[in-house]
Every structure is written in C-alpha cells, then in structure tokens.
C-alpha cells in the first residue's frame, strides 16, 4: 500500500469508529475517568490541607470541599461561614482523550491492539488526573483567591498555562502522540518516517 | 525522531507562550477572533438574514441565541500544533512556509464550518451543542491537524523522491 493510501485507511477507519467510541466512553459514564479522579481526590487534600477538607466524584462530576465560605460577597473561613464553597470539575472535559485514543488505536489495524489501548490508558489517566489538578488550581485561584495563592507556591501565570495545557490541549493532542508512539516498528510507521530518512541521506 | 519531538515540544511551548501575552492576544488573537465572527456572519447571511456579528459575538436577532468564540475555540491553538510540528520537521524553508499557510487555511476552514454547525446547534438542541462544543469538534479539528501534516508529509516524500537522483 502506498503512502497516501495508508494514511487514508487509518483515517477513514478512525472517523468511522469515532461514533463507536463516543458512544461508549458517554455510555461507561464516570468509569473511564475514575481512576484519575480517585488519586486527585487523594492528593488535594494532601497537597493543600489548610484550603481543601475532602474530595470526590459524582457522576461525571470531579469535586471538592473547601474550607472556606462566603459572607457578604466575601471570602471567609468556612467556620465563620457556617458553609463550604464547593469546586465542580467536569471529568468529561479530560475523559474524552479515551475515545479519540481508541479510534486512532483501532483504526490502525495494530496487533495486540487491546494490549496497545491499555498501555495508552495508562498514560491518559495520569494526563487526566494533571487536568483534574489543574482545573481545581485555577478554579481555587478564582473563587478563593488570596488565602489560596498565599499558602501555594504557584504563581497564577503558571496555574494559567497549566490549565491551558492540560485542559483545552492535551486532550486532542495526546491521544496522537501516543498512538504515534504504538505505531512505531509498523508498516505504518515506516510510511509516514519516509520523508523523514529521505531528508537525513540528503 | 527524538530529535523531532523534542524540537517539536519545544516550538510548541514557545508559541503557546508568546499566544498568551497580553500584548499578542490584544494586537493579535483578539481581532483575528473577532475577524472569525464576521467571516461566519458573512458566509451565513445569504441563507439567513437574522444572524449579526458584533466583535467576538455571533448573534441569531430573532432567536437571541448567541455564541462567543473563546480562545480555545479560535482554531489558534491547533494552528499551533501544526506549526510546531512543520517547524521541527526537517524541509526546505520554503515548503515549511507554504505548509503553514494553507494548513493554517485548512484549519481555520473547517473552524469556521465548526463555528456556523455549533452557532445552528446551539439553537436547536443545547446538550447536543455542548457535546460536539466540549468533545467531538476539538476532536474533528485535531484530526484536521494530523490530516495536513500527513498531506505535507506526503507532498515532501514525493518532492524528495524527485529530487534524490540530482541530489545523490
């Protein structure tokens, strides 16, 4: 098979599975988010005591319990409160990586193609679980405010580009790099590298 | 291909950077955005006179349905990712250059066919506008990415392939 002819395959198989996947990653709900949502709801409250009392999942639905409330527009500890301010973080928004993972994955045709989805799952949750973080710092830095930027030694430009990278990017652009990664030593591969070797002897 | 990664992941976090400062984004991505809702209105106006750009805003005046494009939203980001990944790769200047404007072409295409679909959604069925908003497009619009990269990859393995017996 030529190139072009093998890029087309892999990209008419990936968008026909695209529906497939969707389906079933909306379908399995929280389950493909889980895991990461578990070890974020471990290492909030471990990482920022003072500002965080417990964490969790509903749903879809990633969470956390502050410890601090609002009285009269203002940002009080939540003793004097009387309430907590909680944190909602749509686990959706990172868990996506999964379905469009699985059609790149499938759509090429791979050996052991279970084994390669399992080992790619590995890595998105621990991009997913960053996102997680990364979403309740920047949502902390909003709505707490100074009490949180004063006990967390992030500056809020860092917090920003965080969120902007594992939030609005890596969701789409991991799920390539690793399914560049899977490819490797495969037909496949030795297409799309050729302009690459060619450009090396020249 | 470590190389090209790594020059890769440092383009792109270069280019992220310089997107994000206040200076480029109010010069810059602010009325490049702003020029995305009025291309919008103008493409959708023959076909339906109810639709009104204003700045970033795409307005339905009979419905008061609106959407604003955010930064995420404006195609910039996977323009990005394209362009980091024809910088690292190894070409003529020449090709890369021609690579990146009509991939940046292709790519704001089909933003704006994504801007119009969601801009209709939004007015027929709103969880259905907030599934393919959050999930399927930026999906779409990343596939769009891989596809001009796998097209210019493709247009330099021929070009190469021709120019290989003068060269060797």
Known sequence: ?202 | MLRFIALFSVTLLVLFGVELLNPVQATVIQPFTGLLASISAGLILPFDDSVISSGRVLRDSVSGFAVSIESGCNGVEASIVLFAGVLAFPAPWRAKLAAILLGFMAIQGLNVVRIISLFYLGQWHYPIFEWTHLYFWPVLIMIDVLLVFAIYLNWLAKNTSQRAPRGS
């Open chain 1, 1 to 202: 098979m030529d190139h072009s002819g093998a890029i087309k395959q892999q990209l008419v198989l990936s968008l026909a599975l695209l529906p497939v996947t969707f389906g079933l990653w909306y379908a399995a709900g929280a389950l493909l988010a889980a895991p990461a949502a578990w070890l974020a709801s471990e290492i909030l409250p471990w990482l920022w005591p003072t500002i965080i009392l417990d964490a969790g999942f509903d749903q879809t639905v990633f969470f956390v319990i502050t410890d601090f409330g609002m009285v009269d527009n203002k940002i009080v500890a939540a003793s004097l409160a009387g309430s907590e301010i909680v944190l909602e973080a749509n686990s959706r928004l990172l868990s996506y990586s999964v379905p469009f993972y699985a059609a790149l994955i499938w759509g090429a045709k791979l050996d052991n193609s279970f084994e390669r989805f399992a080992q790619g799952l590995l890595l998105l949750w621990l991009f997913m679980l960053i996102g997680l973080l990364s979403i309740i710092a920047k949502d902390l830095m909003l709505v707490i405010g100074e009490p949180f930027l004063s006990q967390t030694a992030l500056p809020p430009a860092v917090i920003a580009l965080a969120y902007q990278f594992s939030v609005l990017l890596m969701p789409s652009l991991i799920p390539p790099f690793l399914w560049l990664w899977q490819i490797r030593n495969t037909d496949l591969w030795q297409q799309l590298a050729e302009p690459l070797q060619r450009s090396r002897v020249r």
